[in-house]
């Protein structure tokens, strides 16, 4: 059976909210290019996370790169800016908190999540990755699949009581 080549796409960009439904579109674009309709939206949310914090918290400026590679049937996906600061997991104790979560949201719905500084040591890379559909998956068996070693940075679980309660809003 051939063995399908890693892939590979980076994208840089200054992270304003207004770049984020273009580059929605781009990583949309490319994981269906890839047959990797099944994690799209698992993706963009992902992605979309990732670049807000780099937007909210990223010092000295907000220019980013959002790669995506395909490896062996696994997405990784990642954003590296310039700030050297690790991630952090907020957990918020007010339920009326608007932010924090975001972190722990992705923890939640991918395979796995981490941060790392980047090659240069200038800043931080936060990534995340998610297992493709079997279809998108052609490996050799004679080809061992080891995964690149990483830093896993540890999540406290959450349950359904610690998070914010719906808000419902009506329009008479």
């Known amino acids: 059976m051939p063995t399908r080549q890693p892939r590979r796409c980076a994208l840089e960009l200054e992270a304003q909210p207004s770049r984020a439904g273009q580059v929605r579109r781009i990583v949309s674009a490319q994981l269906r290019y890839w047959n990797l309709d099944p994690v799209v939206d698992t993706a963009i949310l992902g992605v979309t996370e990732l670049l807000a914090n780099v937007h909210r918290h990223a010092e000295p400026d907000k220019n980013c790169t959002v790669t995506l590679s395909l490896d062996s049937g696994l997405l990784t996906v990642s954003v590296a800016d310039h700030d ?18 975001g972190l722990a949201m992705i923890a939640a719905l991918c395979d796995s999540w981490g941060c790392r500084p980047t090659e240069d040591g200038t800043g931080k890379a936060v990534w995340f990755t998610l297992l493709g559909p079997v279809s998108a998956v052609l490996v050799d068996a004679a080809v061992p699949a080891d995964p690149p070693a990483r830093d896993v940075l540890p999540v406290p679980a959450i349950t359904l009581d610690d998070l914010a309660p719906p808000v419902a809003v009506s329009f008479a």
Do not use: H, S
């Not at 050297?84 to 979560?101: F, M, N, S």
């Open 84 to 101: 050297p600061r690790p991630a952090l997991v907020g957990l918020r104790t007010d339920t009326l908190d608007t932010g924090g979560r």
